[in-house]
């Protein structure tokens, strides 16, 4: 009996235990929307000025994701995304954008409204890709969704902020062929925006959010209105701790018709972490949260058998032909100047001393509530002035690295970086530690803790033999402000003080989470 009772409970924990937890993913993916294309559910974020962008997420339970693509393979539109001439496009590329599947031509379609500018879309034959631009619509979708009409097949986009609209495309869905404005918000309710749009039972939804602690239903028979709303949550209580109200995200049927809302918590350093939960429909046709004791669940039953993916946690060797989906760039990188496969191998593209004008710079979302990053860094080809490294990126920065100065190698610890309201550089930080070290290859370890009381403590910590790690340096007080979007990265960087020639190899990058 003793013998088999760890064998039997832990088969009945597999079998009745089919709970799952929020956040589903512990990690940055804002503005989600979600799909569904047969029993396949996919899962589209924003990015920003984080090239490739917006990732394309897979799952089969709603729960477990894996990344399979980004659905923006370059942020081409314009030098300022590849970070030269003196330009930058921090906060700026993509904002809440949309995807959709439309059946009739088996294409997948993203579109976007790029900062300040136009909306781009961008189409594929499968969700894991190949993606590529196809089109450009002057109007700027702001916060769009898009719906393809399941009974006439007519592609629609739902977007604004307050003043909402809807878009009808031209019929290869590259074009707008007519758009009007469908709803203005009353004072009573104020700023709508973040559309998705959806249709069920004959009745068209747009589903908006009234930032960042309310989330609205308006309701009609035709795409063009007349809209009624409806409150589907206000203040609702947050199943993270210390995080910020669900709002935003998105809707979606399961292939059993069973309803799911994905919304996302504001849970900054950390960024806007998906949660999930279940959605019931009322008899007015509104959607109704189910909730538990009156808040969002902390936990739900299973909405589908849980199918585990590959998790984000674990190490990378780079020993294939491309760098996973996990990984992005700061703005779009120098092709010729990384190379994978032995290793992630960066050549210095950037003569620079600020951290924030480093091309080739690339980035992996920390991971809530606590992670850390180890990088095994081979630093015998750097020159005289290169630095190279593991950051934890965002506003306001550290990190530790190597430089070269003069023939000494030493492992430096920079803490201060940060940059202005309008995301220039304000300081491009200060060494507070730094101590010799030789024999050509270093363990870098950089941790981010973002559970309350904790403080927000980015640490960093290095090894020369992978085995003992010596704190090192001070730490770094993670800035919650939400004003630059993106949550935290661990970064992996190498840039040149004096001039161009050197390179680092990155044997191997490890993530942890707690
Ligand atoms: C969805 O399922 C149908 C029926 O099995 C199949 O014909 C179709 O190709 C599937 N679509 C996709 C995108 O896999
Ligand atoms: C790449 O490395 C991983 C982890 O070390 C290993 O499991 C995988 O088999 C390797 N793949 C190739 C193509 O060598
Ligand atoms: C480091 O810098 C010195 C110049 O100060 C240079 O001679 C050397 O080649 C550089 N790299 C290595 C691997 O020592
Ligand atoms: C950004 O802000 C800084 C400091 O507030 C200011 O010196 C700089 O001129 C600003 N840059 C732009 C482009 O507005």
């Given at each position: 009996m003793?013998l088999?009772?760890?064998?039997?409970?832990?088969?009945?924990l597999?079998v009745?235990?089919?709970?799952f937890?929020?956040?589903?993913?512990w990690?940055?993916?804002?503005?989600?929307?979600?799909?569904?294309?047969n029993?396949?559910?996919?899962?589209?974020?924003?990015t920003?000025?984080?090239?490739?962008?917006?990732?394309?997420?897979?799952?089969?339970?709603l729960?477990?994701?894996?990344?399979?693509?980004?659905a923006?393979?370059?942020?081409?539109?314009?030098?300022?995304?590849?970070?030269?001439?003196?330009?930058?496009?921090?906060?700026?590329?993509?904002w809440?954008s949309?995807?959709?599947?439309?059946?009739?031509?088996?294409?997948?379609?993203?579109?976007?409204?790029?900062r300040?500018?136009?909306?781009?879309?961008?189409?594929?034959?499968?969700?894991?890709?190949p993606?590529?631009?196809?089109?450009?619509?002057?109007?700027?979708?702001?916060?769009?969704?898009?719906l393809v009409?399941p009974?006439?097949?007519?592609?629609?986009?739902?977007?604004?902020?307050?003043?909402l609209?809807?878009?009808?495309l031209?019929?290869?869905?590259?074009s707008?062929?007519?758009t009007?404005?469908?709803?203005n918000?009353?004072?009573?309710?104020?700023?709508?925006?973040?559309?998705?749009f959806y249709?069920?039972?004959?009745?068209?939804?747009?589903?908006?959010?009234?930032?960042?602690?309310?989330?609205y239903?308006?309701?009609?028979?035709?795409?063009?209105?007349?809209?009624?709303?409806k409150?589907?949550?206000?203040?609702?209580?947050?199943?993270?701790?210390?995080?910020?109200?669900?709002?935003?995200g998105?809707?979606?049927?399961?292939?059993?018709?069973?309803?799911?809302?994905?919304?996302?918590?504001?849970?900054?350093?950390g960024?806007?972490?998906?949660?999930?939960?279940?959605?019931?429909?009322?008899?007015?046709?509104?959607?109704?949260?189910?909730t538990?004791?009156?808040g969002?669940?902390?936990?739900?039953?299973?909405?589908?058998?849980?199918?585990?993916?590959?998790?984000?946690v674990g190490?990378?060797?780079?020993?294939?032909?491309?760098?996973?989906h996990?990984?992005?760039w700061?703005?779009?990188?120098?092709?010729?100047?990384?190379?994978?496969?032995?290793g992630?191998?960066?050549?210095t593209v950037?003569?620079t001393n600020?951290?924030?004008v480093?091309?080739?710079?690339?980035?992996?979302r920390?991971?809530g509530?606590?992670?850390?990053?180890?990088?095994?860094?081979?630093?015998?080809?750097?020159?005289?002035?290169?630095?190279?490294?593991l950051?934890?990126?965002?506003?306001?920065?550290?990190?530790?690295?190597?430089?070269?100065?003069?023939?000494?190698f030493?492992?430096?610890?920079?803490n201060?970086?940060?940059?202005?309201?309008n995301?220039?550089?304000?300081?491009?930080?200060?060494?507070?530690?730094?101590?010799?070290?030789?024999?050509?290859?270093?363990?870098?370890r950089?941790?981010?803790d973002?559970?309350?009381?904790?403080g927000?403590?980015?640490?960093?910590?290095?090894?020369?033999?992978g085995?003992?790690?010596t704190t090192?340096?001070?730490?770094?007080v993670?800035?919650?402000?939400?004003h630059?979007f993106?949550?935290?990265?661990?970064a992996?960087?190498?840039?040149?003080?004096?001039?161009?020639?050197?390179?680092?190899?990155?044997?191997?990058?490890?993530?942890?989470?707690?």
């Open positions: 003793l088999f009772s760890p064998v039997l409970s832990l088969l009945a597999s009745v235990g089919q709970q937890t929020n956040p589903v993913l990690e940055d993916l804002a503005d989600t929307d979600v799909i569904r294309v029993d396949t559910y996919y899962l589209t974020s924003s920003m000025h984080y090239s490739p962008g917006a990732p394309i997420l897979r799952s089969y339970d729960v477990n994701w894996e990344y399979i693509s980004h923006v393979p370059r942020l081409d539109w314009g030098s300022k995304y590849d970070l030269t001439g003196g330009q930058r496009a921090y906060v700026e590329g993509i809440a949309t995807f959709n599947y439309r059946k009739s031509s088996r294409t997948y379609y993203w579109l976007g409204c790029i300040g500018s136009n909306t781009q879309i961008y189409t594929a034959p499968a969700a894991e890709g993606w590529s631009r196809k089109g450009t619509i002057s109007n700027c979708y702001y916060d769009a969704g898009l009409d009974d006439t097949d007519i592609m629609y986009v739902a977007y604004g902020n307050t003043q609209s809807v878009a009808q031209s019929s290869d869905g590259l707008q062929a007519r009007q404005n469908v709803f918000s009353p004072s009573n309710i104020g700023t709508l925006e973040g559309s998705r249709k069920r039972n004959g009745n068209y939804y747009i589903f908006v959010t009234k930032p960042a602690n309310g989330q239903v308006l309701k009609a028979s035709s795409p063009w209105g007349p809209y009624t709303s409150q589907l949550l206000f203040n609702i209580q947050t199943p993270i701790a210390g995080g910020g109200i669900p709002h935003q998105g809707l979606v049927e399961t292939q059993n018709g069973v309803w799911y809302y994905m919304a996302f918590v504001d849970s900054y350093p960024g806007r972490i998906p949660v999930l939960a279940p959605i019931t429909w009322d008899s007015d046709g509104f959607p109704v949260i189910q538990v004791n009156g969002w669940g902390a936990s739900y039953p299973y909405p589908l058998p849980k199918r585990v993916l590959e998790s984000p190490t990378d060797t780079f020993n294939s032909t491309s760098l996973s996990h990984w992005e700061n703005h779009n990188p120098e092709i010729s100047k990384f190379s994978v496969g032995a992630l191998k960066l050549e950037t003569v600020d951290l924030y480093a091309r080739n710079t690339v980035s992996r920390i991971l509530p606590a992670s850390t990053a180890t990088i095994v860094l081979d630093y015998s080809g750097m020159k005289q002035g290169d630095r190279a490294g950051a934890l990126l965002r506003d306001q920065s550290a990190w530790i690295g190597i430089k070269n100065d003069s023939g000494t030493r492992v430096i610890m920079v201060g970086v940060a940059m202005n309201s995301w220039s550089t304000r300081s491009t930080g200060s060494e507070v530690s730094a101590t010799t070290v030789t024999g050509g290859k270093i363990w870098l950089a941790s981010a973002i559970r309350p009381g904790s927000r403590q980015g640490r960093f910590s290095y090894s020369t033999d085995k003992t790690f090192f340096g001070n730490a770094l993670m800035n919650n402000d939400w630059f993106m949550g935290y990265r661990f992996v960087f190498n840039y040149a003080t004096t001039s161009l020639g050197g390179e680092v190899i990155v044997e191997e990058f490890t993530l942890t989470a707690a």
